[in-house]
C-alpha cells in the first residue's frame, strides 16, 4: 500500500517535462519527492487523511521555475526601500528621475547617499526623441546639491552620478584618464557624471558598505518576490571578491556568508546556485588567478538548497555602451573590445588574458561562466572553452555562456560538440530590441538572442532574467521566445527564432537545471525528483500567448513545501475514490 502523499494535485494540465514532454493531469507529492504522477487513478491510492488535494481546476502544474541568472542581493537592494525606484515605468523622463530624487532628498539627511536603480535610456523621453543625449550630472544637480547621487542603470553597466558623488569620490578629469571612454566627458575634458563598465568603480568604491543585516534584508525581500512568481531556484552569478567590490562590501564572501546564515535559519525559500567573481570587470588574469586561488572553503550546509558551483568572467560589456565586442563597427563606428588584460592591452593580449582565466578556472574543477555579449567576443570565449578542455580533459564541466546576445553559428557548432551551453535572456530582449536598432541597426537587433538557431544547433539553453536588469517574470521570457515583440512598440525583432512553447518551458526548467549540474534531480516532474512546484490559474498549453503575462502565480512549492499560498486548502476527503 502506497504511503499518504502530504499533496496531490487534480483535474490539471501537468507539464512534467521529460523527455517526450508527458502531459499528465495529476500528480502526488510524499515526504518532498514526486511519488506518482499520472490520471486520478494513479493518484487515488497515495490520498490520505492528511493529504491535501489541489483541485487545479483545469490550470496548469509544472516544475518550479529556475531563473538561472538572477543577482539575488542585488535585486533586492534595487528595490524600495532600500533603493530610490528609478525604472520605467516609474519614470518616463531624465525630468522625472530628477523630481524622484528630489523627492528623496527631503527626507535623506544632508550629506548621506541617494542610490537608484534602474533608469533606462531607451524609455527615458528625451534620450528616445534624442539618442545622442545622455543623463549628465547637471540633470541632477539643482535638486540635490547637499546629497551625493548614484543611480545604477538597469543593466548594471553604467552609472549616473551627480557633481557631489564625483566629489565624495575624487572623480576629476585627471582620474578619469586610464578608463578612456569608459568615462563620458564633456568638450572641455570634464566627467559628465556618466561611467560605464570598470570605470563604475571610481564612484562605487566610495559607497559605505552595505551591512551583513541590509544584505539578508534584501536577499529575502527578493525570495519573497520569488515566491509568489514561481520560482523555486536560482543562479546568483558573481558572489565573492568580484562581486562583493559590486556590491559595496568590504570583506571577501559577505554576501556568501549572508546565504550560509539564511540558510542555518531555515529562511532560504528558493534554491540557490553560485558562481563566485573573483576580480570585477576589467581585472586582469594576474589579478583573478590571485583571487581565485586565494578563495578559500565553498562547501555549504546544504548542496541542494545553497551550492557553489562554477566561476563567473566578464569578457566584454553590452551592445547600448558599445562595449560588446563585435566582428562589424556599430553604426557610428568602433566595434568595442573584451574588458579583460588591463587598460591599453590589445585584441590578441585581451583574448589571450580571458583564455588564461578560463583555462586556470577549469583545470581548478570549476564550471565556468562567461559574461559575453558581442559576436566576435562569444567566437573568443567559446574558442578558449575548447582550448580548455583540451588541454585539461575533465567530464562534462558545462562550462556556458553568459547572455550570448550575438551568439554566432560557428560558435554553436562548438558549443554543441563539446557539451557547453548558453544562457539567454529573453525578458532583455522584449525590453531593448527597439533600443539596440539604433545601436547594430535592424537585421543584427533583430537576430540578438537566437533562441531558435541555438536550439536547432543543439546547444543546451537556459533562460534568465538578470534581475535587477529586468523583472524575473518568466511568463513574460516565455511570451517573448514565442511572439519575439518588444516592450516599448510591440514591433516583432527576429521572427525566424521563435520557439515552440514546450522548448521555452524547458529553458526555465530542465535545461537551467542542467546548468545547475542538478537535472537528475530537479528540473522536471518525474517520480523521485524534488517536487519543486509552480501551480498557473489557467491552461498554458493553450493560452494565446500575448495573455501568459498575466496568468496567476497560484501556487508555489520547494521540495514540497509551500512557500506561496493563493488557494485555500480542501481536506483530503475532497478526492472521492
Same mark, same amino acid.
Not at 41 to 63: C, F, I, K, N, S
Not at 162 to 171: D, E, H, I, Q, W
Not at 452 to 473: L, Y
Given at each position: +500500500?502506497?504511503?499518504?502523499? #502530504? ?16 502531459? *499528465? ?12 504522477v ?9 490520498v ?5 488535494v ?12 529556475n ?11 534595487? %528595490?524600495p ?18 523630481? *524622484? ?92 557624471? %556618466? ?13 559605505? *558598505? ?36 559590486? %556590491? ?19 529562511e ?12 570585477? +570587470? ?98 573568443a570565449?567559446v ?29 554553436m ?7 557547453f ?7 532583455i ?66 521572427p #525566424?527564432?521563435?520557439?515552440?512553447? *514546450? ?47 498575466? %496568468? ?12 506561496? #499560498?493563493?488557494?485555500?486548502?480542501p481536506?483530503?476527503?475532497?478526492l472521492?475514490?
Amino acid at each position: +500500500m502506497a504511503a499518504p502523499a #502530504d499533496l496531490v494535485f487534480l483535474n490539471g494540465s501537468v507539464l512534467t517535462v521529460d523527455p517526450d514532454f508527458t502531459v *499528465a493531469s495529476a500528480l502526488a507529492v510524499t515526504d518532498g519527492v514526486v511519488s506518482a504522477v499520472g490520471g486520478r487513478e494513479d493518484v487515488a491510492p497515495y490520498v490520505g487523511p492528511a493529504t491535501r488535494v489541489v483541485d487545479l481546476d483545469g490550470g496548469t502544474l509544472l516544475p518550479g521555475i529556475n531563473d538561472s541568472h538572477l543577482h539575488g542581493c542585488a535585486f533586492g537592494v534595487g %528595490m524600495p526601500p532600500l533603493s530610490l525606484d528609478v525604472k520605467h515605468p516609474a519614470v518616463r523622463s531624465i525630468a522625472d528621475v530628477a523630481d *524622484a530624487v528630489q523627492e528623496a532628498a527631503r527626507s535623506t539627511p544632508p550629506g548621506e547617499w541617494i542610490i537608484g536603480h534602474g533608469w533606462d535610456p531607451g524609455f527615458l523621453n528625451e534620450c528616445v526623441a534624442d539618442p545622442s543625449r545622455l543623463p549628465t550630472r547637471h540633470d541632477l544637480d539643482a535638486v540635490s546639491p547637499d546629497h551625493p547621487v548614484l543611480l545604477y542603470s538597469f543593466s548594471g553597466h553604467a552609472t549616473w552620478v551627480n557633481s557631489a558623488a564625483l566629489v565624495r569620490a575624487g572623480v576629476d578629469r585627471n582620474a578619469t584618464a586610464p578608463y578612456g571612454p569608459l568615462v563620458v566627458t564633456d568638450a572641455a575634458g570634464e566627467p559628465t557624471g %556618466m561611467l560605464t563598465e570598470g570605470a563604475q568603480d571610481l564612484v562605487h568604491r566610495a559607497l559605505p *558598505a552595505l551591512s551583513p543585516k541590509v544584505r539578508a534584508e534584501a536577499i529575502t525581500a527578493t525570495l519573497k518576490t520569488l515566491a509568489r512568481l514561481g520560482v523555486t531556484s536560482y543562479t546568483e552569478p558573481g558572489l565573492g571578491p568580484g562581486g562583493d567590490s559590486l %556590491m559595496r562590501g568590504a570583506l571577501a564572501h559577505s554576501t556568501l556568508d549572508v546565504y550560509r546564515r539564511l540558510l542555518a535559519d531555515g529562511e532560504l525559500t528558493a534554491r540557490v546556485s553560485v558562481l563566485l567573481l573573483p576580480s570585477g +570587470m576589467a581585472g586582469t588574469g594576474d589579478e583573478f588567478i590571485r583571487a581565485l586561488d586565494g578563495i578559500g572553503e565553498t562547501m555549504t550546509a546544504d548542496p541542494r538548497l545553497l551550492n557553489v558551483i562554477g566561476v563567473k568572467i566578464f569578457a566584454d560589456g553590452v551592445v547600448p555602451n558599445k562595449t560588446a565586442w563585435m566582428h562589424q563597427p556599430y553604426v557610428g563606428g568602433g566595434c568595442g573590445s573584451l574588458c579583460v588584460g588591463g587598460d591599453g592591452a590589445a585584441d590578441d593580449e585581451r583574448v589571450a588574458e580571458v583564455g588564461r582565466m578560463i583555462r586556470h578556472a577549469h583545470a581548478a574543477g570549476y564550471q565556468v561562466g562567461v559574461h559575453v555579449t558581442g559576436d566576435r567576443g562569444i567566437d573568443a570565449v567559446v574558442d578558449a572553452f575548447a582550448d580548455a578542455a583540451a588541454e585539461h580533459p575533465r567530464p562534462d564541466p558545462r562550462h556556458y555562456v553568459i547572455h550570448g546576445d550575438f551568439l554566432t553559428a560557428r560558435s554553436m557548432k562548438l558549443l554543441a560538440a563539446h557539451g557547453f551551453g548558453v544562457n539567454m535572456n529573453p525578458t532583455i530582449k522584449w525590453t531593448v530590441a527597439d533600443l539596440e536598432e539604433e545601436f547594430v541597426g535592424p537585421e543584427r537587433a533583430a537576430y540578438a538572442w537566437p533562441y531558435r538557431d541555438a536550439i536547432d544547433a543543439g546547444v543546451t539553453v537556459a533562460s534568465g532574467s538578470d534581475a535587477p536588469v529586468t523583472f524575473p517574470d518568466w511568463r513574460q521570457g516565455i511570451a517573448t521566445m514565442l511572439l519575439r515583440e518588444s516592450k516599448a512598440s510591440g514591433r516583432v525583432s527576429g521572427p #525566424d527564432q521563435r520557439i515552440q512553447l *514546450a522548448e521555452a518551458v524547458r529553458t526555465y526548467t530542465v535545461n537551467a537545471a542542467w546548468q545547475d549540474l542538478a537535472e537528475d534531480w530537479k528540473g522536471s516532474l518525474e517520480v523521485g525528483k524534488v517536487a519543486d512546484l509552480c501551480v498557473l490559474a489557467g491552461d498554458l498549453l493553450s493560452a494565446d500567448p500575448h495573455d501568459i503575462p498575466d %496568468m496567476p502565480v497560484v501556487l508555489t512549492a520547494v521540495g514540497g513545501e509551500i512557500v506561496y #499560498d493563493a488557494l485555500d486548502a480542501p481536506g483530503g476527503d475532497a478526492l472521492a475514490v
